[in-house]
């Protein structure tokens, strides 16, 4: 075999589409938008509620509209595939709306809608605990959707919003599955036979995933990888090769779940039950994250994004397998679920 020049793979990255379908990074940080382009990131879903009731992620879209202002030489809003792709022909980073949790709805399916016209492309059904749709990965019981659970994955579907079950308890990850007429996404975790953590995800789920044609994201986190705090980039490799191994080599992207430049304050409120308590029963506030090597030594900010790609190269996968991983699969699910 032989192995590609890297003058080949930067030529490859440099044509490829790129999608990280999960960073949580600080907004407020210029460094997180400068190190996103020096990337050559194309788009990201770029988290904009967790525990957020309506009026404060309407606040957070708010002054996401400021940033497309204030950052318009490098930033543009994504809502569209023409968007997407105007965004890599123009060399700007695309911010795609996401939400790590459906608190934002409160009570109303109504405000799906009001969302998406916003430009939100992307909902998890549920954040760590339970909510109106369902259970969470660390809630007591896991009773599946309910109804309104059950009603809101048909709206989306509907409005062309795409369904994330990242952070979504086990049985109600199968039944979102099940219930959606679209494939779904889960946008940042690895498997919990390769490390076992109750924010991977289930054989049954990643195969159930597989036969609706939806798309993972192999999460670099580090505390979601069998080397934890000691990861290095080719150890996120190794996620991504058993991910490939599990479901194939078209339902796997990136999901980083970068958290760059993230305060002590993020940590305790993405921990809390509910977003109030902290501390909460699933965390143990002796870990201070913000402490940690959260991301691979390598692989630390999207900056190093060039180098996932090398790093696939020289790991032995094709040049279209490469370009498949980096955003490719995730292209082509938006194709498949984002209404136009």
């Known amino acids: 075999m032989t192995t590609p020049t890297a003058d080949a793979a930067k030529q490859l990255y440099k044509e490829a589409i790129v999608i990280d379908c999960l960073n949580v990074s600080n907004w407020?940080?210029?460094?997180?938008?400068?190190?996103?382009?020096?990337?050559?990131?194309?788009?990201?879903?770029?988290?904009?509620?967790?525990?957020?009731?309506?009026?404060?992620?309407l606040d957070n879209i708010a002054a996401w509209f400021r940033r497309f202002r204030e950052y318009n030489d490098i930033l543009v809003q994504v809502k569209t595939i023409d968007e997407l792709l105007q965004a890599k022909q123009n060399g700007k980073v695309g911010i795609i709306f996401g939400s790590q949790n459906a608190s934002p709805i409160e009570n109303d399916l109504d405000r799906l809608a009001l969302f998406h016209a916003l430009g939100m492309r992307v909902i998890q059904v549920t954040y760590h605990e339970r909510n109106l749709l369902g259970n969470g990965c660390w809630e007591r019981r896991d009773e599946g959707l309910s109804n309104f659970g059950v009603d809101a994955v048909r709206e989306m579907n509907a409005l062309g919003i795409l369904i994330d079950l990242s952070h979504v308890g086990d049985r109600t990850t199968l039944e979102a599955i099940e219930q959606s007429e679209k494939p779904v996404a889960i946008t940042h975790a690895n498997a919990r036979s390769y490390f076992n953590h109750p924010r991977n995800k289930t054989d049954d789920a990643l195969k159930l995933l597989k036969e609706r044609n939806g798309v993972i994201g192999a999460t670099s986190i580090t505390?979601?990888?069998?080397?934890?705090?000691?990861?290095?980039?080719?150890?996120?490799?190794?996620?991504?090769?058993?991910?490939?191994?599990?479901?194939?080599?078209?339902?796997?992207?990136?999901?980083?779940?970068?958290?760059?430049?993230?305060?002590?304050?993020?940590?305790?409120?993405?921990?809390?039950?509910?977003?109030?308590k902290y501390p909460s029963t699933f965390v143990n506030p002796e870990v201070r994250y913000d402490q940690l090597p959260m991301s691979p030594k390598g692989?630390?900010?999207?900056?190093?994004?060039?180098?996932?790609?090398?790093?696939?190269?020289?790991?032995?996968?094709?040049?279209?397998?490469?370009?498949?991983?980096?955003?490719?699969?995730?292209?082509?699910?938006?194709?498949?679920?984002?209404?136009e």
């Open 28 to 57: 407020e940080s210029p460094a997180v938008f400068q190190s996103l382009h020096a990337g050559g990131v194309t788009a990201i879903n770029a988290t904009v509620a967790t525990w957020e009731n309506y009026q404060e992620t």
């Open 223 to 276: 505390s979601f990888l069998p080397t934890q705090f000691e990861s290095t980039l080719e150890d996120y490799v190794d996620a991504i090769d058993d991910m490939v191994e599990r479901v194939g080599i078209d339902h796997v992207g990136v999901g980083t779940d970068f958290t760059q430049d993230q305060p002590t304050s993020f940590w305790e409120y993405i921990g809390a039950q509910q977003g109030t």
């Open 299 to 339: 692989f630390e900010t999207p900056d190093k994004f060039p180098d996932l790609g090398a790093a696939l190269l020289k790991r032995g996968y094709k040049p279209d397998e490469v370009t498949k991983i980096l955003g490719r699969n995730w292209l082509r699910l938006f194709r498949e679920v984002w209404v």
